[in-house]
């Protein structure tokens, strides 16, 4: 009973996320601009240094710390992604090299299928360069539940030994 809650609450969160990102995915290209430029705006306003730059060098920065900002984001939703799938697919009795393994082509189909729906959102298009980074996240929340799941393993093997 306890195993079948905390799958549908990993579920839950999982899909929720997906949902997050479809949504995201699903604006067009000037809205999705206008979302992660405010955001770069914000960042810059509180950088000295730039702001004492002409307008048009300013524009120049503004672009470049945009588009990192967008890879940025696309890194971290996808590790919340493959902390959940992982944590999912840990709930059932897997071989741990499956798990990872299966974890991380989950993660891959969902950001083939993302990159794949926006190449039908006006003004957006599909990038590799994207799925390799959505990838890369996903391997990373797949090794944070990996190493957590062994320092508590480790400090529950200690506790034993202490009884």
């Known amino acids: 009973m306890k195993k079948n809650i905390?799958?549908?609450i990993l579920l839950i969160?999982?899909?929720g996320t997906m949902t997050i990102i479809f949504g995201f995915?699903?604006?067009?290209?000037?809205?999705s601009g206008n979302i992660s430029k405010k955001i770069t705006e914000q960042i810059v306003k509180r950088i000295p240094q730039i702001q004492e730059k002409e307008q048009e060098e300013k524009e120049i920065i503004i672009n470049r710390i945009e588009k990192?900002?967008?890879?940025?984001?696309?890194?971290?939703?996808?590790?919340?992604v493959g902390i959940l799938v992982m944590a999912f697919i840990s709930t059932y009795q897997i071989k741990e090299k499956n798990r990872?393994?299966?974890s991380t082509i989950i993660g891959i189909i969902y950001a083939c299928s993302d990159e794949i729906h926006q190449s039908f959102v006006p003004g957006r298009s599909p990038m590799i360069t994207d799925v390799m980074i959505d990838t890369m996240g996903v391997i990373l929340g797949i090794l944070l539940i990996t190493t957590i799941k062994l320092i508590i393993q480790k400090y529950q093997e200690k506790l034993k030994k202490m009884v």
């Open 6 to 8: 905390e799958r549908i």
């Open 13 to 15: 969160l999982l899909l």
């Open 25 to 31: 995915s699903s604006q067009d290209g000037k809205e």
């Open 68 to 80: 990192v900002i967008r890879k940025i984001a696309h890194f971290s939703i996808y590790t919340v």
């Open 100 to 102: 990872i393994i299966i």
